[in-house]
């Protein structure tokens, strides 16, 4: 009786085991992404497309900065979840943090978006100097000298413009 016992727990134990194996087989995990971090630039002409490995899961829907993300701001063809230039580059410079929600948990991933300074902005001093803006006084003009701040109403266009060439800021 004991050497019976003893194969039938064998064999229970067996079963059991082999029951937890066939009950996990063929059964996979969440999707997963190589990559998850990306880097994009509003000088980019292209969308940016984030392959996924599904891995049997089913995508929920996208999120960013834990709000919803709408439809028509990305598609998702096969393994291939692409988020549209025009909703990058609406989203302004910084790190953005996206999560895929799908039927076995979520995956998240960063896409850091830059955004290039432009042209340097010219300053009063600049534009002084250009031929546009060259003054000569006694030219027919009627000035006899330039005005200075203690001149100028504080009110004035003369005034302001005094100001930003005291500083020489950017216009």
């Not at 940016?48 to 701001?73: H, M, P, Q, Y």
């Not at 009063?124 to 250009?130: A, H, T, V």
């Not at 100001?163 to 020489?168: I, L, P, S």
Request: aromatic content about 8%; glycine content about 10%; hydrophobic content about 35%.
């Amino acid at each position: 009786m004991k050497k019976s016992c003893g194969i039938i727990s064998l064999l229970l134990c067996l079963l059991l085991a082999t029951g937890l194996c066939a009950c996990t087989h063929g059964k996979s995990g969440n999707a997963t992404l190589a990559v998850t971090s990306y880097a994009y630039s509003t000088e980019s002409a292209e969308d940016l497309a984030i392959t996924f490995a599904w891995n049997g899961a089913s995508f929920t829907k996208l999120t960013r900065n834990d709000e919803d993300v709408a439809g028509e701001n990305y598609a998702l063809d096969g393994n291939v979840l692409t988020l549209y230039k025009s909703y990058l580059d609406g989203l302004g410079g910084g790190v953005h943090v996206f999560v895929v929600v799908t039927d076995r948990g979520n995956v998240s991933f960063t896409v850091t978006v830059t955004v290039p300074q432009g042209e340097k902005l010219p300053t009063i001093d600049d534009l002084i100097g250009s031929d546009y803006y060259h003054v000569t006084i006694g030219e027919g003009n009627g000035l006899t000298k330039l005005p200075t701040l203690a001149d100028a109403s504080p009110d004035s266009d003369i005034y302001k413009y005094l100001r930003f060439k005291e500083g020489n800021r950017p216009l």
